[in-house]
């Protein structure tokens, strides 16, 4: 039975940041129900029993608020003043800037200013009045990202998924040494960039997950990765022969490759420790979140389970040194230097276009560290869509946004750095989630969830101020439904949108696709898409009928449209051509990108054979090989094969000309 909506549980909601209705994929207007409401409140830590306990909650957060003078953060755009109402009666302010300096002001009533400009950078505010003191975070942010579209030349750049590249004499998945080689290649080609998945740290043992989506942490990166003939690790026969094993299959094994690269590492760890002690205490000293995060892998690795079955104080996040093992601990932080030291190199080469998921696993550091920081009640997700009837839950645990902002975002702003210190352009991962994210709450599907708002504007000052500081220009990920703030938003902020040349490509008559915006980091296709032999074979259309997500009719509406699809790109980019004209629209198609006014061109390096097998097909389960195909070609073959070389010199003239 579904309950009406009293109107004091609406008001209390609304209150709580949480949206009442949405427009769906069809542009219908969605309702959340009752149930779904009360169940996000209590995800929120509203204690709420029954719809009738909304009145007295709601004036109880209300008259909170009103003993609130200062916001919990305020952001300045620019130049302009600091400029926020002031409490009735005298009253004190004192700005205390981010690099130790304190201005101070004094009023009755009226308005708390301070002049402009002020320095960028995250700044703490006090109030003192009526004998108490109040505090809030100010954020002065430029007003547009660095690198915005308008300003940064035109750039085209490769992705690749790092875990799929192999090479001869190679194990089960690639390392940073083969995206050297490729990075060195797309520069030598005339490129910039190279693109990949997210390289944060998984859980490769136990507990197990190997989505780059689902990492154990937003700060950390996965020592799957290393390159480990740089580091000098040896080998034994008995490992050259897992290793070759490994190399022979189609999909990564990544716990019996990470088991390997563990036993070839776990001697250069220790060794390091003996002649570079002083180096890697220093390390972790400078950043103790290292030596944190160390602790929580080697408990994790003592325990064998997820954090929840832990003893309760180790549960809690009091870990003793009985709860993990020393050397154990001594490997995950010199696992984390040599990654950071491997990453500066490599993007010391080739621009990096790195990838910032949405959410992080439930079981891993971040939660278990901050826990109050996430509504552990709910899960992210997306609600239903023409792709998925069923909508999504994706498992991770939202940010509560009020904490957050207690906070000043500081979560954030430690995740945003960790990749800008790396990356020259940053992908934000569902950028719609800086505006609301859709909440599932535990027990319910994913058709009952809402969306939750967050604090838009302070997340895009975080990134503005971090875009400056590192040099690093930033694209959000704005596929699916997207509300009508979302692009206004990256625009004025001078972030690049995603163009994707499947979802753009007509289905009827006389057309001709739409072009891509100048402020946007433009391909044929994604991860989550087919590839562009797949898109031509109509292979995602077969998943969706075997999926029962298209019945007969869905199904021949989608066949016949791809078809036109395919006969308005043959048109376009192969006129006159007979006979398998597929590698000519291709070359044609990322060629035109490239000459487009996109600011950046991205060619999928697999499309240039004619991969027809996905990386990830959406909405599977474990019977999909997502995230495990290895590419077919080798790095060594990649070098000298001639499709590549022919696509890459096509995009290469086409953006120079």
């Given at each position: 039975m579904i309950l009406p909506v009293p109107p004091d549980l609406s008001a209390l909601a609304d209150e709580c940041g949480i949206e009442l209705e949405y427009e769906d994929y069809q542009d219908n207007r969605a309702e959340a129900s009752a149930e779904s409401l009360m169940a996000t409140l209590r995800a929120l830590g509203v204690e709420l029993a029954r719809p009738e306990e909304a009145g007295d909650r709601l004036a109880a957060l209300r008259a909170s608020r009103q003993h609130e003078p200062v916001p919990p953060c305020t952001v300045v755009w620019g130049d302009a003043p600091l400029t926020l109402p002031a409490p009735a009666g005298a009253w004190r302010a004192v700005l205390g800037l981010e690099g130790g300096e304190e201005?101070?002001?004094?009023?009755?009533?009226?308005?708390?200013?301070?002049?402009?400009?002020?320095?960028?950078?995250?700044?703490?505010?006090?109030?003192?009045?009526?004998?108490?003191?109040?505090?809030?975070?100010?954020?002065?942010?430029?007003?547009?990202?660095?690198?915005?579209?308008?300003?940064?030349?035109?750039?085209?750049?490769?992705?690749?998924?790092?875990?799929?590249?192999?090479?001869?004499?190679?194990?089960?998945?690639?390392?940073?040494?083969?995206?050297?080689?490729?990075?060195?290649?797309?520069?030598?080609?005339?490129?910039?960039?190279?693109?990949?998945?997210?390289?944060?740290?998984?859980?490769?043992?136990?507990?197990y997950e190997y989505s780059p989506y689902a990492p154990v942490s937003r700060r950390f990166w996965n020592e799957l990765y290393l390159d480990l003939e740089r580091l000098g690790a040896g080998t034994s026969p008995a490992l050259a022969e897992r290793a070759r094993e490994l190399a022979t299959t189609r999909l990564v094994d990544y716990r019996a490759h990470y088991a390997l690269v563990r036993e070839r590492l776990e001697p250069v760890a220790r060794r390091a420790w003996t002649d570079e002690r002083e180096a890697l205490e220093t390390f972790a000293a400078a950043q103790p979140e290292v030596a944190d995060y160390a602790a929580f892998r080697a408990a994790c690795e003592r325990f064998r389970t997820a954090f929840a079955c832990w003893p309760e104080a180790a549960a809690s996040g009091r870990l003793e040194p009985g709860d993990y093992d020393l050397d154990a601990w001594r490997f995950h932080v010199f696992a984390q230097r040599a990654m950071d030291t491997q990453l500066a190199d490599l993007g010391a080469d080739i621009d990096l276009y790195l990838d910032l998921p949405v959410g992080v696993h439930r079981w891993g550091y971040d939660v278990w560290r901050e826990r109050d920081a996430f509504a552990l009640g709910a899960s992210a997700g997306a609600p239903p869509d023409g792709l998925f009837i069923g909508g999504q839950n994706w498992g991770a645990p939202p940010l509560d946004p009020r904490v957050a902002r207690k906070s000043g975002h500081q979560a954030f702003i430690e995740v945003v750095s960790a990749h800008m210190r790396h990356a020259r352009l940053l992908r934000v991962d569902h950028v719609i989630g800086l505006h609301r994210l859709y909440w599932v709450p535990e027990g319910m599907g994913a058709t009952d969830g809402c969306y939750v708002r967050y604090p838009a504007e302070e997340l895009y000052a975080v990134l503005c101020i971090e875009s400056h500081r590192?040099?690093?220009?930033?694209?959000?990920?704005?596929?699916?439904?997207?509300?009508?703030?979302?692009?206004?938003?990256?625009?004025?902020?001078?972030?690049?949108?995603?163009?994707?040349?499947?979802?753009?490509?007509?289905?009827?008559?006389?057309?001709?696709?739409?072009?891509?915006?100048?402020?946007?980091?433009?391909?044929?296709?994604?991860?989550?898409?087919?590839?562009?032999?797949?898109?031509?074979?109509?292979?995602?259309?077969?998943?969706?009928?075997?999926?029962?997500?298209l019945d007969d009719d869905g199904e021949r509406h989608e066949r016949g449209y791809r078809e036109k699809q395919k006969q308005v790109a043959s048109a376009r980019w192969a006129p006159g051509a007979e006979g398998d004209v597929r590698q000519q629209v291709m070359s044609a198609w990322n060629a035109e990108l490239a000459a487009s006014p996109a600011r950046v061109a991205l060619v999928t390096l697999e499309d240039a054979w004619l991969e027809p097998e996905p990386q990830n097909q959406p909405g599977t389960g474990p019977e999909r090989p997502n995230w495990r195909r290895r590419m077919s070609l080798t790095v060594d073959e990649i070098e000298t094969d001639e499709r590549v070389a022919t696509l890459m010199h096509l995009v290469d003239v086409a953006q120079r000309d």
């Open positions: 201005r101070t002001a004094d009023g009755d009533g009226g308005d708390i200013w301070f002049a402009g400009p002020l320095p960028h950078g995250y700044h703490r505010l006090s109030l003192e009045h009526g004998g108490e003191e109040a505090g809030g975070h100010v954020f002065v942010a430029p007003e547009r990202a660095w690198g915005c579209p308008d300003e940064a030349g035109r750039r085209w750049g490769v992705f690749a998924p790092l875990y799929a590249m192999r090479r001869e004499g190679g194990a089960g998945a690639g390392d940073l040494g083969d995206l050297d080689r490729l990075g060195r290649l797309v520069r030598d080609r005339g490129g910039q960039m190279l693109a990949t998945l997210p390289l944060l740290a998984a859980f490769l043992d136990e507990p590192a040099f690093c220009a930033v694209a959000g990920e704005d596929l699916g439904t997207v509300p009508p703030a979302v692009r206004p938003a990256l625009q004025r902020h001078g972030m690049h949108r995603l163009y994707v040349g499947e979802f753009s490509l007509p289905g009827w008559d006389n057309a001709e696709p739409a072009p891509p915006p100048m402020e946007s980091v433009a391909s044929i296709n994604t991860h989550d898409t087919p590839t562009f032999a797949g898109f031509w074979a109509g292979n995602e259309i077969d998943t969706r009928v075997e999926l029962g997500l």
